[in-house]
């Protein structure tokens, strides 16, 4: 069941960049996850569904917001760009925070 809910996941992500490329598709679809999870507040060793359904509202918030805020401070359109490195740097700045046990 899980399989064939990540695949129909899978297939309404790459629609969103108005074609679909299946062979890389999970790869592409990971890392948001992941950034979303732990954004909101899941360590590397326990997460719970509290974390996924803030991290989902933050993250996309972040992602949603982001662009427009640094194109129109710096005029310039690099908006896929700036996304990457927010959910990109959101993933490092997670992983590499100290949790004490």
Known sequence: MSTILGAIGIIVYEQ???????????????????ASILLGGASVNKASITNVIIGTFLFQGI???????????????????????????MILYALTRKVRA
């Open 63 to 89: 992602l949603t917001m982001t662009p427009s805020v640094f194109n129109s401070v710096f005029q310039t359109d690099m908006s896929e760009v700036i996304r990457l490195i927010v959910s990109n740097g």
């Open 16 to 34: 969103s960049f108005g074609f679909i490329q299946l062979y890389m598709g999970p790869f592409y679809m990971a890392l948001p996850a992941v």
